[in-house]
Structures are given as C-alpha cells and as structure tokens.
C-alpha cells in the first residue's frame, strides 16, 4: 500500500511541478559578483619562481577540497591543466547536461576525449571542480563495508561527507517525468525495498542527492574552494604539470619531492617554469606536493617524472628516479552495458540520473538518463554497470607530452565473473526497457526481446561494452602508496585521487572523493600539528 501511495503522489505532482517550472524563466548566475576572494589566475607569472607550504596537482574532485582544507593553515597552490567553470552554461546550466562530451578538442575542451585499448571510448575532467563539472551530478555515499575495508576514521568520514553535502549537495523537489519512469521501472523489475531519498549506498531503488540545485544549477568541486583561507590559496588554471623536481641526499639517501616544473596548456612544450615547497624557518616539518590529477593524470605525472618501471621509463629516455613497477598497474572501469528504450532520436531535454536501482548484493546499479547524440537529438536509456569487477588493466606512457593522453588498457570482462555478471546486467536491462512503465511514457512497447542464448548474450556483452566514467587504480594504496597516501620511499610527495583506489566504492564515486579531499586535508593538518607538537617538546 505504501507503494501504491508513493506512485500515486508522483503522478500527481509530476505533472503540476513540471508545468510549475516551464512557465518561470531562470537564469544561471555564472558566479555572484565579488563572492569569489581567493585568487585565480591564468597567468604564469604570478606564480613562477615561487615558493608555496603545499602544491596541490589537478583542481578536481578531490584537489579542490584538499587545497580548501590545507589553505585554512597554509599557503598552498592549486594547479589546474583546464580553465574556470564559471560563466560556460555548458557546464552550469542543467538543461545542457552532457553537451561537454559530444565536442572535445586536443589541449583545451572542458572534457577530454580518451580510448582505451580496447577501443572503449572516454572523457577525463579538464576544468577547475574536475569530473564534477561534467558528469550527471549524482551523489551516494560509499557503503559502510567500503569504509571499514580501507580503514578510514569512521567518524572523521561522516563529518567529511556533511562538509561537503552542506555545500554543494541538495536533495530534490521532485523527480522529472522520466526519472519517475525509471523509478516505477526499476521497482516494476523487482529492485526492492523502495528507499525513497536517501545518500547512502543501499540494495532497492532510491532518490539520491545531486549536485544540480533546485533551479538546476551545478556546484562543482570548485565552489568549495570559497572556503579556503583567501589570503593562502593560490588557483592556476590552464597549466600543466609537466614533473616533479626531486632532491636527493647522498647522505642519508633520501630522495624529496621539492616542487614542480608546468607549463602553459595551450603553449610550447619546452617554455617550462617551477614552483617550490617552501622550507619553514624554525621548523623540521615542511609541505608535500599532491597529486590529485585524476586515475590518468596522476601515474602519468610520476612516469614523466621519473618514477615507475625502468624499462618503460628507458623507453622514453626519461631519468630513472626510482624503480617502481607497480606505477601504472591495477587500472579499472566498471563495465557498463546501455540499452536505447526510445525507438528514434528526439529533441528532449537532457536529463541526468537521480534515481539508482541497486541489486541485493550490491554487484550491479542500475540508472537511467536521457542523452544528447549532438546538439539537435537525444536519447533514452538505462544503464547498468558492474560494481566490483575483478578484471585488471594498466597504464603506460604514449609519449612525453602531459597534455596528451597515456595508453590504457581496462581488460573488460576479462574475468569469467565478470562475464557471467555481464550476461546478468543485460537480462535485467532488458527486463526494464519492456516496463508498462516505460511504455506508457514513450507511446510505445520494445518490439524485439534480447535473445535468451548464453552465448549470444556474452557475445553482446563483449560488443557493447562500455565505460560509466568511473576508472581507478595506477597508484594503488599498499603498491604505490601506504595508507597516509605518501608515495613509498620519496619524501614530500603524496597521491590523493581515484587513482589510489583498489577498487570501485560501488556507487559513483564523487561523493567519496569529495570527501577524501576534506578528509586526508584535515588528517595532513593533525600530523602537521603533531609534528609541531613534538618539535617543541624536544627544542624548548
């Protein structure tokens, strides 16, 4: 009965709230006059030559509430490859979701395109706020089991994960007419309990949080550098890391991370300037540099800089700093499979997910969107991805331009489980894409029913294979870092991204990277003080 009631209320007022909505006009502010204090800056000279407490690498999901965080104490700077997304309604405008990744070009489009060996095609993030400023929004907390496995402070966490929700998180008025049809379609294929909203990671159909505000209006990564210390942060966007410049003590045969060498994003490969970490003067204590360049970006940067697999470093004539194997390996993406519920392109307007639905074991989620082809069509359809695949990939370098993409290879239901959950996804999508529900809101009924062959279902499984943006791994905590993010045997040098992750944390993983940023910032600042603590104690 309850869920009788709950349809019920959808579809009356849906209807009202829709027509609500069409009759007022909004507009998007691109970013309210005099609300920005922090200092962002394209030029390179600002920042050329000098010296910082933190060098915070890619101006992401992650970067942004890292560099937020270590700015309340520190002076740190913040490099980000792509521009601003202020003022591009591109990116802040809901009504234009997914129109970043159907136009991209080679040094300087928001989204930058990328195909895996496999000949999956992708995007990485190129914008101050990172993948946040061009993905559906969607915001869902990791499950408590992910938490627990990684070992993070549970407490420290849930306050991390309030920090941002209380900024750029919000909960919805009401479901657009689609995404009240994939809900009804997701309980009409049996994803049960219904959980209504909520932002934790559950089995059942659910409302989650968004990053699109009632007037559909993005907060990105971005906005949460308002709460940096405006007198320390430093933003320097279109610029790119080209390496890290390291220090190396013979004496005590310590290898330190002492700074940066960048250059301008779209300029020439060789005017390349440097910034530093600075050196307290009564202090033994100093700064780290921090990659938080995205699971591409960050074992690019370090193979560029010398640290990973000899031979593939030799390769490219780049000075062999330290040997490290592992850089580069365990890349993942969560497989994907999409099935079109509409029979034609149509002129609808783009509509992100905000319903999931989740299977009992947490191995598949399931959302729905509707999609622009190009700037005059879209389409509809339900996705499916496979939460935990076992499959493994790696990264390697294509070249020595940082601008440019590596080589990556993701080895898509390479595992037999993950095949035989493959096979799985595409039954449940099926099942879904015939709903009444769907039906009813299309005008129409899918005519031709996936075939009920195992082999022919594995053979379309490997034939539609796709990316849902969420890939991790190259610099994996235990292989290329320890459990503080440090890289293993090099001084002042920390990762801090999807990178580091073994694997998936099953839901989209923005939330949790949002909140790893405040997280480990806050963490860096206990050891700081820590440290500082212990200092005085031995030098009264």
């Known amino acids: 009965m309850e ?37 962002m800056t394209s030029d390179i000279k600002e920042v050329a030559d000098k010296a910082y407490d933190y060098i ?87 499950s408590e089991e992910f938490v627990t496995k990684v070992g993070w402070d549970k407490e420290l966490v849930k306050e ?42 559950m089995k059942g159909t659910k409302i989650s949080g968004s990053v699109f505000d009632e007037f559909g209006k993005r907060h990105t990564a971005a906005d949460l550098l308002h709460e940096g210390n405006p007198n320390t942060l430093t933003v320097l966007v279109n610029a790119t890391v080209k390496s890290i410049i390291f220090h190396h003590n013979g004496k005590k045969n310590e290898t330190r991370a002492k700074g940066i060498r960048f250059i301008q994003s779209n300029g020439i490969l060789d005017e390349t300037h440097e910034a530093y970490i600075r050196k307290p003067k009564n202090s033994t204590s100093r700064g780290d540099v921090i990659l938080a360049a995205g699971a591409l970006g960050s074992p690019q940067i370090l193979l560029l800089s010398g640290i990973g697999p000899k031979e593939q470093l030799k ?13 580069g390996q365990g890349m993942q993406d969560n497989p994907c499979i999409a099935v079109l519920v509409d029979s034609k392109p149509q002129n609808r307007v783009p509509d992100p997910p905000q319903v999931v639905g989740i299977t009992d074991d947490l191995k598949i989620i399931v959302e729905s969107s509707i999609l622009p082809q190009n700037f005059n069509a879209t389409r ?34 390479a595992s037999e489980n993950d095949m035989v959950e493959c096979v799985k996804m595409t039954k449940l999508l099926d099942r879904i894409a015939r709903s009444k529900s769907v039906a009813l809101f299309l005008g129409e009924s899918r005519q031709n029913k996936l075939t009920s062959f195992e082999n022919d279902l594995r053979n379309f499984c490997k034939k539609n294979v796709r990316t849902i943006y ?37 839901t989209n993983p923005m939330a949790t990277l949002l909140m790893l940023g405040r997280y480990q910032g806050i963490k860096i600042l206990r050891e700081r003080e820590a440290n500082y603590d212990s200092n005085v104690k031995e030098n009264p």
């Open 470 to 506: 969420h890939y991790h791994g190259g610099c994996r905590v235990g292989s290329v870092v320890d459990k503080h993010y440090k890289v293993f045997n090099v001084k002042g040098l920390r990762i801090l991204d999807g990178s580091t992750f073994s694997e998936s944390p099953g």
């Open 380 to 413: 509809v359809n339900f996705a499916a991805k496979l939460a935990m695949p076992s499959s493994k990939g790696m990264l390697e370098l294509n070249n020595t331009d940082p601008r440019l993409n590596p080589s990556v290879k993701f080895n898509y239901l």
């Open 315 to 327: 390769k490219f004539n780049i000075p062999l700093v330290l040997d490290m194997k592992e850089v």
């Open 3 to 39: 869920l009788l009631k709950t349809k019920q209320l959808h579809n009356l007022l849906t209807p009202l709230l829709v027509l609500l909505f069409a009759s007022l006009s909004f507009s998007f502010p691109t970013e309210p006059k005099g609300n920005r204090k922090w200092h």
């Open 160 to 201: 991390s994960y309030e920090w941002v929700e209380s900024k750029v998180v919000f909960s919805p008025w009401f479901l657009t007419p689609w995404q009240s049809v994939a809900e009804f379609s997701l309980l009409e294929a049996g994803f049960l309990p219904y959980n209504g909203f909520s932002l934790e990671h």
């Open 56 to 142: 915070v690498v890619g101006g992401g999901t992650c970067g942004c509430p890292l560099a937020a965080t270590l700015s309340r104490k520190f002076s740190v700077l913040l490099i980000e490859r792509g521009g601003s997304p202020y003022g591009n309604p591109l990116i802040i405008n809901k009504r234009y979701y997914g129109f970043p990744l159907v136009e991209t070009d080679r040094y300087m489009s928001v989204a930058q395109s990328f195909i895996s060996q496999e000949g999956v095609r992708n995007v990485r993030g190129r914008v101050l706020g990172g993948s946040s400023a061009i993905n559906g929004g969607f915001y869902s907390r990791a």
